[in-house]
C-alpha cells in the first residue's frame, strides 16, 4: 500500500507527504499499459473551469501566470497531478483554420460561426484544405506556443484537438449538421475527408513544435502518455446512434489513430449507447468520460473496463449544484463499479484547502 505519512509536520498541514514526480509517472505509465498498480491514480484540479477567455486568449504572459498559479496552490495536494502549462486555445482552430469566425469572450472558449447549412451545402466541396505553413489559424497556435516555450519552462499540453466530427459540426451549422448526417451523408462525407487532413497536419505541427510535451491532450494536470498516440475531443458522439457513429465518427477516428499510434477518445453527454463503437477504433488506448452524465454505468463497463484505458471526470462542476456529492465516496464507487485497471480518476476542489483534504481522503480510498 502506497502511504508516506509525515508525523512531524505542525497540526494541521496534509498527514501524507505527496508522491515524487518519478513514482508518479511510474503508477500512470503501468495504468496506461493495463498493469497492476498500488493505488487507482487520480487527479484534483484547482477552482472553477478555466477556458480561453478574453484574459488569456492573446495574452501568453497571463496564461503563464495563471498556471503558475495554480500549481503553487496545489502544492501539498496528494494526487497524480504535475506542473505544466495549458496552452489553452479553445476547441475550435480548426474550424477557425477553415475559415469559420470566431469571436473571443469573457464566459467561455471563443464562440465559433458556421460557414455551412443545408441552404448552401454544395459550398462544401469550395472549402479549401487550410496549408499548416501559411493559414493565419495555424500560425496563430504556432506561435502561442513558441511564446510559451520562450516566457516557461514547465511543460505543455497539447492545444484541444477536436475530433473531425467535431470540427465539422462547427462548420456546419450544428442543428443542421446533425440532420445532414441522414440527409446529406455524401457532402457530410466530402467535409470529414477535409477535416481530417487538416487535423493531421494540425496534430504534426503541434508535435514538430512542443519541446517539452506534458500531454497528448489539452485537459487535466494528469499526463496522458505519447505512447497513447493523441487524444480528441469528441463530444458530438452523444448525439449519434451508434452505426451513424461508426459512419461519421470511428471512420475518421480510425485514420487519426493509425497516423499517430493510437488514440484516447473523450466525449461529454451520455455516451453508453456508442461506448460499443467506440471500442472500434483501431488502435484505441482510452476512453475519457464525463461520468456523471452517463445514465447507466453497466453499459460502459460491460464492454470497456478493463480493456482500455477509462479516464473518468467527476469534477465537482459537473455534478448538479444541490446533490451535495461526496467526490470521494463517489470515486470510490467508481472503482468499485469499473475495477482498479486501467482506471484513472479526474476531479477537483474550489480551494487549495479542500483539494489537500480530498486528496488525503482519496488517498486512503483508493490505495491498497
Known amino acids: 500500500m502506497l502511504r508516506f505519512i ?153 492545444v484541444n484537438v477536436p475530433s473531425p466530427l467535431v470540427t465539422a459540426s462547427m462548420i456546419w451549422d450544428y442543428t443542421s449538421f446533425i440532420e445532414a448526417l441522414l440527409i446529406f451523408p455524401d457532402e457530410v462525407h466530402v467535409l470529414l475527408e477535409k477535416v481530417t487532413e487538416a487535423t493531421i497536419a494540425y496534430i504534426k505541427g503541434q508535435f514538430r513544435r ?34 451513424m457513429y461508426r459512419e461519421f465518427g470511428v471512420r475518421y477516428n480510425n485514420r487519426i489513430s493509425r497516423e499517430f499510434g493510437g488514440i484516447v477518445i473523450h466525449s461529454c453527454g451520455d455516451v453508453q449507447y456508442v461506448v460499443p463503437a467506440m471500442m472500434e477504433i483501431d488502435g484505441l488506448k482510452g476512453l475519457d468520460f464525463t461520468i456523471p452524465q452517463v445514465m447507466n454505468w453497466e453499459a460502459v463497463r460491460d464492454v470497456a473496463a478493463g480493456k482500455t484505458v477509462l479516464c473518468l471526470r467527476q469534477r465537482y462542476w459537473d455534478h448538479p449544484r444541490d446533490a451535495a456529492v461526496d467526490l470521494a465516496e463517489y470515486s470510490g464507487k467508481l472503482v468499485d463499479a469499473f475495477g482498479r485497471k486501467g482506471l484513472i480518476i479526474e476531479t477537483s476542489a474550489a480551494t487549495a484547502e479542500e483539494g489537500r483534504v480530498l486528496g488525503e481522503k482519496m488517498h486512503q480510498l483508493l490505495s491498497r
Open 6 to 158: 509525515n508525523a512531524d509536520k505542525p497540526q494541521g498541514a496534509p498527514m501524507i507527504d505527496v508522491l515524487p514526480p518519478e513514482e508518479k509517472l511510474k503508477i500512470l505509465d503501468a495504468v496506461w499499459k493495463l498493469e497492476d498498480a498500488d493505488e487507482v491514480p487520480f487527479v484534483i484540479d484547482i477552482g472553477p473551469f478555466h477556458g480561453a477567455t478574453t484574459e488569456f486568449f492573446d495574452n501568453p504572459e497571463s496564461e503563464i501566470k495563471w498556471n503558475e498559479d495554480l500549481h503553487h496552490k496545489r502544492e501539498g495536494i496528494y494526487d497524480y497531478g504535475l506542473p505544466n502549462i495549458k496552452p489553452n486555445q479553445g476547441i475550435g482552430v480548426v474550424a477557425a483554420a477553415f475559415g469559420c469566425e470566431y469571436e473571443v469572450n469573457d464566459e467561455a472558449d471563443p464562440w465559433i460561426k458556421s460557414r455551412l447549412r443545408e441552404e448552401n451545402v454544395e459550398d462544401v466541396h469550395k472549402l479549401e484544405i487550410p496549408n499548416p505553413e501559411t493559414n493565419p489559424m495555424f500560425q496563430k497556435i504556432w506561435k502561442r506556443i513558441d511564446s510559451l516555450q520562450s516566457i516557461s519552462a514547465l511543460p505543455l499540453r497539447m
Open 210 to 243: 512542443i519541446r517539452n510535451l506534458y500531454s497528448v491532450g489539452h485537459e487535466s494536470i494528469c499526463p496522458i502518455p505519447r505512447f497513447a498516440g493523441v487524444r480528441v475531443s469528441d463530444d458530438t458522439a452523444a448525439l449519434l446512434s451508434p452505426d
